[in-house]
């Protein structure tokens, strides 16, 4: 069965050593006997994924699907049958895609008795420089964390925590809760939207008003990613109504006039039109951008509602003129100051609030909060 990673919840909390309260995902005994697959296409399925590691004995494989991102964790039975899939496999061509396949190192989440056990922090694994392992160190000495590149070629920062003793806590006070924090999606990510934008719009002049937004503001949210504070949405401007008919009128009549891509033509970085569900609305035209291709399927962003989608690649009519991309995007990502977003019904709907601020490292995302 597939799972969504920001679905996943363990199943299971058991007690380990020195009173640490460990959880454990589900249907995975033993870590030794996992192994990591990544870069897997986004329409793979799990009987795929066991049918590709057939010749190590997978007893059991767990999809997970992030965004564009798509990997899997498997069960080979044991770590002999990890390391032979990793030497086979990793690095090799599957569907046109480089495969990265390695041993599975996820730490035990862990929830800390504060009052018998010191602190724990992640200290750098030597086997493994990308994934931290568990440990306790001397409350007097300092502790240098450093993560290396990943085998997907995304950098980490070296960070340097200066550790001190802690005061005796009494059991009478209860410990306020951390707030919790929330990755960026790597479609919201500057790095990725450089890049996209660079390939569909000559002029990004535009680009400098985002950061002047500021005030009471109404929001049209065009898209979430559910459980997280992260969304798309429209900010309803005067500019933005005559964007909106400029552009759905000429997509409207490209979609009788432009002709359906080559097959050839389909490739990640391609300019292109195709229809966008719009739930109770029905669907409408709208541009979008090549992320990936599978087969006879493309993985696209759909640019005006910050949404990626797989469709057929028959189904792509061509956007390539530049006269359709003056018009900046009507989309861009916000995050919710002091909320989450669980649920779709938002979609669609007009939130009313005001902008706070913008993110440290993605300036490009404006903290909003929501009037109640």
Known sequence: MSRNSSDFQPSAN?????????????GFKKRETEVYVGNLPLDISEEEILCLLKDFNPLRVQKIQNGCKCFAFVD??????????????????FHKRKLFVNTNKRPPKRISDLAKVPEELPGPSSTDPRRPEWKQEDPSQVVQISEQASGEGIAQTAACA????????????TEKPRAASFAVPMEM?????????????????????IHGIHGEVGLLVTSIVPQTPFFWAMHITK???????ALFSSLAEAEEQQPYLDDSAVQRGARCLAEYHLGDYGHAWNRCWVLD?????????????????????????????????????????????????????????????????????????????VFK
Do not use: Y
């Not at 550790?163 to 806590?169: F, M």
């Open 76 to 93: 080979l039975g044991s770590a002999q049958n990890v390391a032979l899939a990793i030497q086979e496999l990793n690095g090799k061509l």
């Open 293 to 369: 291709r599978v087969d006879t399927w493309a993985v696209v962003m759909f640019i005006d509602f910050g949404q990626s989608a797989t469709i057929p690649v028959q189904s792509l009519r061509s956007l390539d003129s530049d006269d359709f991309w003056t018009i900046p995007p009507l989309t861009q990502p916000f995050m919710l100051e002091k909320d989450i977003l669980s649920s779709c019904e938002v979609v669609h709907r007009i939130l009313k609030g005001k902008i706070t601020g913008a993110l440290t490292l993605e300036s490009h995302i404006l903290k909003f909060e």
């Open 239 to 245: 500019t933005l109504h005559q964007n909106m008919q």
């Open 162 to 173: 200066q550790l001190t003793p802690r005061a005796s806590v009494d059991p009478c006070k």
């Open 14 to 26: 058991l007690f380990g050593k020195n009173g640490v309260l460990e959880q454990k995902s589900p």
């Open 189 to 209: 990510r500057g790095s990725f939207l450089v890049l996209l934008l660079r390939e569909c719009f000559q002029d990004l002049s535009w680009l400098a008003v």
